[in-house]
């Protein structure tokens, strides 16, 4: 897929200063706090329903300011490819866990448009949806997603 662009008017060439932004990309997501809020969407945080999510928003608090915190900088990242500033098949390559959280949050996109922000996540949804490699990468993910989905529910039931 190397010679076809994801979306229009891109380039497919990266540059060492397209390394050196997923670098300092990777370098933002060791921070301390960053590593808790990634720990908390990669490990708690599977809402179930909106009201779930809802749940977590009224009650702010610091599973709110990590939904917050990683969301944004995805979305933050996702900026960098959507104004051209990063190859979008590098960042492709570079940005699984932006994955499997677009694709938890996925079910939510609607209600989470309508009641908090019309364009929360978009780019990154165009971008997900905008090619077939990028597709395939959600199709894989969502497989895993669904399998830690149902591995929860067997937990929670016989708990």
């Known amino acids: ?4 662009n994801l979306s229009p008017g891109m380039t497919n060439t990266a540059t060492h200063g397209d390394v050196d932004i997923i670098l300092r990309l990777y370098q933002m997501r060791c921070e301390p706090v960053m590593r808790d809020a990634r720990k908390f969407m990669t ?3 599977w809402p179930s329903s909106f009201e779930e999510l809802g749940k977590l928003f009224a009650a702010g608090g610091k599973e709110f300011a990590y939904f917050r915190q990683v969301t944004s900088y995805w979305d933050m990242a996702m900026s960098f490819v959507a104004r051209g ?3 979008q098949h ?3 390559d570079n940005c ?4 499997f959280n677009y694709v938890k ?3 939510f ?3 989470l448009r309508e009641n908090v922000n019309p364009m929360f996540w978009k780019r990154i949804e165009d971008f997900l949806t905008s090619s077939p490699e990028a597709q395939q990468k ?3 993910i969502t497989r895993n997603v669904e399998r830690v989905r149902e591995q929860r529910k067997k937990a929670a039931a016989a708990a």
């Open 43 to 45: 490990f708690e945080f």
């Open 1 to 4: 897929m190397a010679d076809q």
């Open 138 to 140: 959600v199709e894989n």
């Open 109 to 111: 996109l609607p209600p």
């Open 90 to 92: 590098l960042f492709l």
């Open 105 to 107: 949050l996925k079910p």
């Open 85 to 87: 500033a990063l190859d």
């Open 96 to 99: 699984n866990e932006m994955i």
